[in-house]
């Protein structure tokens, strides 16, 4: 099932079996029949025509989410036998938290094996409070969090500062401008509840009296993107993930909010003082904030 998945994405993603099958090296003919195999294996429509372009139906829409989420596991999969294939190497246990792994991880990560390419980092997940507990028992060795931490037996080293943006599909009507009060039954995609961005998010409408219309809530940066042009929607996701070609890439542009300045939060490294790190380690750790701050472009 996972290369029909995979075409499925595809053709969400350039809503247009044309441009798909081109994209795929794979017949119009073929392409339709795995998508038919999966409207068969699971008995339901996932799309419907509206002129040459193919539209999700709101089944479709569940289906899109599921179908990102298994491509992110088969790609973590294919990334881990690499691992396994390369010789033994110094491990350091890294802890990041829900959000990072969305936005600042992939950056940390590709910087640190430049500088360390002997290294093997082993991840683990969790919310911030989780990373923390995580430092304290000594199940990692650095911790990678959206936030500003002040505990005792913890260092901080703040990286950046971030804070929300509005995001909405090219030719939005909000897309020349907006302020809060134009978000009140607005038609949004939310990130899932559980997170600091959600509950800045929460406590922003709270403050300005704000009640959108909530099309769906998601726990993925990724799939909010992509589901906005579809959905014709509006989004508040953290700046440092809008990087500028992922917004040519889905057609979106960035609506400046004044309102917005007040959501900004840091995000940081954290270890603890009897961290067994190596001084070359931590003196690279020290410095990496300035290499983060310029590839995110903040």
């Known amino acids: 099932m996972l290369e029909e998945l995979l075409v499925f994405t595809t053709v969400v993603e350039q809503s247009s079996l044309n441009k798909a099958s081109k994209l795929l090296n794979l017949s119009q003919p073929a392409l339709s029949r795995k998508v038919a195999k999966l409207e068969q294996e699971w008995g339901v429509s996932l799309f419907r025509r509206k002129g040459k372009r193919l539209e999700l139906t709101r089944v479709g829409h569940e289906a899109y989410i599921y179908a990102l989420e298994q491509r992110q596991r088969h790609q973590n999969f294919l990334q881990s036998v690499s691992r396994f294939k390369t010789a033994e190497r110094a491990i350091v246990n890294l802890g990041a938290s829900l959000t990072t792994i969305q936005t600042t991880l992939p950056l940390f990560i590709t910087a640190m094996m430049s500088k360390f390419p002997d290294i093997e980092l082993k991840l683990s997940t969790g919310k911030t409070h989780e990373i923390v507990s995580y430092l304290r028992d000594k199940k990692v060795d650095i911790g990678l969090v959206a936030s500003s931490i002040n505990e005792t037996g913890l260092r ?3 990286l950046f500062q971030d804070h929300l943006e509005l995001i909405v599909p090219k030719g939005h009507e909000l897309a020349e401008g907006a302020a809060m009060e134009d ?3 607005r038609s ?3 990130f899932s509840k559980g997170t600091w961005y959600r509950k800045l998010i929460d406590d922003l409408f709270g403050r300005y009296g704000v009640i959108p219309d909530v099309r769906m809530e998601i726990d993925s940066f990724e799939a909010i993107v992509r589901l906005l042009p579809i959905c014709k929607s509006a989004a508040l996701l953290p700046k440092s993930y809008l990087r500028s070609q992922l917004l040519r890439d889905n057609g979106l542009v960035t ?14 490294l954290i270890y603890s003082d009897k961290s067994e790190l190596t001084n ?16 995110l472009d903040l």
Do not use: Y
């Open 188 to 190: 949004m995609i939310i």
């Open 255 to 268: 609506v400046p909010m004044k309102e917005l300045e007040q959501t900004r939060r840091e995000t940081c």
């Open 280 to 295: 070359e380690t931590m003196d690279w750790i020290t410095k990496i904030k300035g290499s983060l701050f310029h590839e």
């Open 183 to 185: 978000l009140n039954a």
């Open 156 to 158: 901080c080293i703040p």
